[in-house]
């Protein structure tokens, strides 16, 4: 399963990114039973969920991109948004997308976000 993202960037502080991410046809026809979400490795750091959202739209999100980041899903386009707002330098990473069902992850090519202060 090979999940196609894009949308990355450079942006300054304070501004905005939307990232896309679509599901292979491979799964069009079980999408809905994926649990979709978006994962960021920084520099030197370890891979850190960022948010994941459920099949009926249901979405959480780490604690440190609460209210402004955005993640929505559209089962009927096979894919998923993740809108990011008032972004800051502690954002700049390279985000994954993961679809995970019944313990089995799979994960897009990584598309990098660069925020500049």
């Known amino acids: 399963v090979q999940l196609q993202a894009s949308g990355g960037g450079v942006v300054q502080a304070g501004g905005s990114l939307t990232l896309t991410c679509k599901a292979p046809?491979?799964?069009?026809?079980?999408?809905?039973?994926?649990?979709m979400g978006w994962y960021r490795q920084a520099p030197g750091k370890q891979r850190e969920l960022v948010s994941t959202?459920?099949?009926?739209?249901?979405?959480q999100y780490v604690d440190s991109v609460k209210g402004r980041f955005t993640l929505s899903r559209s089962n009927s386009r096979k894919s998923v948004s993740l809108k990011m707002d008032s972004l800051i330098p502690e954002d700049t990473a390279v985000y994954y997308c993961?679809?995970?069902?019944?313990?089995?992850?799979?994960w897009g090519q990584g598309t990098l976000v660069t925020v500049s202060s």
């Open positions: 959202i459920t099949s009926d739209g249901t979405a």
């Open positions: 046809r491979t799964i069009f026809s079980e999408y809905t039973t994926y649990t």
């Open positions: 993961n679809a995970e069902r019944r313990g089995a992850s799979s």
